[in-house]
Structures are given as structure tokens and as C-alpha cells.
């Protein structure tokens, strides 16, 4: 038996509330890791006032580590498009500005092809009577953010936004993706 480890690759998706898609993607199957921070913008090491304040363009982001023979970049993109609205342009909820963007960064040309199927296979299926305005772009930088916003759904389930907007998106997410959940 080998101690080996898998070839994981990794996905980093913008799509509002970092904290919202971190606590989904980390009850994947086939997920090793979820970091939440920043990606898009201008300038190295982004604060989270900086960002929510619109200065440096960054978005709010996942950077999700995962093993693709367990679960694939069209798998996760495909979960990716059903915990947020990807017709909104700039906004989530009320959630508004450029931080809260529906964004893929892509590092291959294998994702940024697999990020146009999937999207043509959900325009096709009709599901969204707005256009997709998701963002695509390749990846050029990551910053994670800061260590209070990391694991911010698991440490305070019970704090109004978590409570109100975060877990009722985990419970829809579990409903419509049983059969991808860990074990």
C-alpha cells in the first residue's frame, strides 16, 4: 500500500460571501482543504477592509484543494453554480459591490474550458431566466484571508448572518447534493 499522496489540484471561485462557499466546499467528497481569501485585484496582501471597501478590486474568494479522482473541476463548478446567483452582476443577496462578484479564476486551460462547457450546459438547461455573468479569469494571485475569517461558519453558527443566510444555503446544498457529501 502506497503512503503517497494524491495529485490534488485546486479551484478558486468568487461567488459573494466567502464564508457562504467555504462552508459548502469543505462538505465535499474529494475536498482536502477550503481557504477562504482574496484574488482579482490590485496591489499584494489585501485586508478585509480594504476589500469590502472596494479599494484594491480583489474579489472575496474560496481557494478549494482537491483530489480529481474523487471529484472533478466540472463537478465542483457544477455545485459552484447552484449556491449562488450567477445572473447578478456585483451582488449577492445584499451583498453589493465588485468584492461580492460570481468570478472563476482559472489556472489551466483545462479549467478555463471546463468552466465554458459547464457554463453553455447550464445556459442550455434553461435553469436561469438572466444571463450568466459570471467572470472568468486566470489566476494570478492568492491571498488567504485572515485567520478570523477562516472556518468563520463552523467557529459561529450562531451568529446573526451565519444563522439567517449562511445555513439555510448549506441546508439547500445538502438537500440537492446528498450524494457528494462526505461520509
Excluded at 37 to 46: I, L, S
Excluded at 53 to 62: D, I, P, Q, S, Y
Excluded at 157 to 183: E, G, M, S, T, W
Aim: aromatic fraction near 10%.
Amino acid at each position: 500500500m502506497s503512503d503517497a499522496t494524491p495529485n490534488l489540484d485546486t479551484a478558486t471561485l468568487g461567488g459573494g460571501c466567502f464564508w457562504c462557499l467555504e462552508a459548502v466546499f469543505v462538505e465535499l467528497r474529494g475536498v482536502t482543504g477550503v481557504t477562504s481569501g482574496y484574488a482579482g485585484g490590485a496591489g499584494p496582501n489585501p485586508t478585509y477592509e480594504a476589500v469590502c471597501g472596494g479599494r484594491t478590486g480583489h474579489a472575496e474568494v474560496v481557494q478549494v484543494s482537491f483530489d480529481p479522482q474523487q471529484i472533478t473541476f466540472d463537478d465542483l463548478l457544477e455545485v459552484f453554480f447552484s449556491i449562488h446567483d450567477p445572473t447578478t452582476l456585483n451582488r449577492q443577496g445584499a451583498d453589493v459591490g465588485t468584492q461580492y462578484r460570481s468570478v472563476v479564476f482559472w489556472n489551466s486551460d483545462d479549467q478555463r474550458a471546463a468552466l465554458e462547457r459547464v457554463v453553455a450546459r447550464i445556459v442550455a438547461s434553461g435553469v436561469f431566466d438572466d444571463p450568466i455573468v459570471t467572470q472568468s479569469e486566470r489566476l494570478q494571485a492568492f491571498y488567504p484571508a485572515e485567520a478570523e475569517h477562516r472556518d468563520y461558519f463552523e467557529r459561529n453558527p450562531n451568529q446573526p448572518y451565519c444563522a439567517a443566510v449562511i445555513a439555510p444555503k448549506v441546508a439547500k446544498f445538502r438537500k440537492h447534493h446528498l450524494d457528494r457529501l462526505r461520509a
